[in-house]
């Protein structure tokens, strides 16, 4: 009933930038929290950055002052903007939503995961 699209995944070199944006669709009422996550192989999922519908947002240490976490809730999109890459941050990025449908369900819902690998 709600789905999440993402797309801006790919190849970079290190001190590179990308772009990852995360679109949702169906029977949207609200949004309220959206995050991206990320897990490298053999490594813990973490959360990389998220946004409150109260307009708060948190970072995860290792991306502060690289990452950007934005949203247009008239879209019903979220886009992370990745500065500065580092080899650490490749991973399959996954975006999440949580909110409320059309007929008062909760919902969480995740992205299908994007790859960002970062290589000479």
């Known amino acids: 009933q709600v789905q999440l699209v993402e797309s801006g995944g790919g190849l970079v070199q290190p001190g590179g930038s990308l772009r990852l944006s995360c679109a949702a669709s169906?029977?949207?009422?609200?949004?309220?929290?959206m995050g991206w996550y990320r897990q490298a192989p053999g490594k813990q999922r973490e959360l990389v950055a998220s946004?409150?519908?109260?307009?708060?947002?948190n970072y995860a240490d290792s991306v502060k002052g690289r990452f950007t976490i934005s949203r247009d809730n008239a879209k019903k999109t979220v886009d992370l903007q990745m500065n500065s890459l580092k080899p650490e941050d490749t991973a399959v990025y996954y975006c999440?939503?949580?909110?409320?449908?059309?007929?008062?369900?909760?919902?969480?819902?995740w992205g299908q995961g994007t790859l960002v690998t970062v290589s000479p």
């Open positions: 999440t939503v949580h909110g409320r449908s059309w007929s008062q369900r909760n919902f969480e819902v």
């Open positions: 169906g029977s949207i009422f609200s949004i309220n929290f």
């Open positions: 946004s409150s519908s109260g307009g708060s947002t």
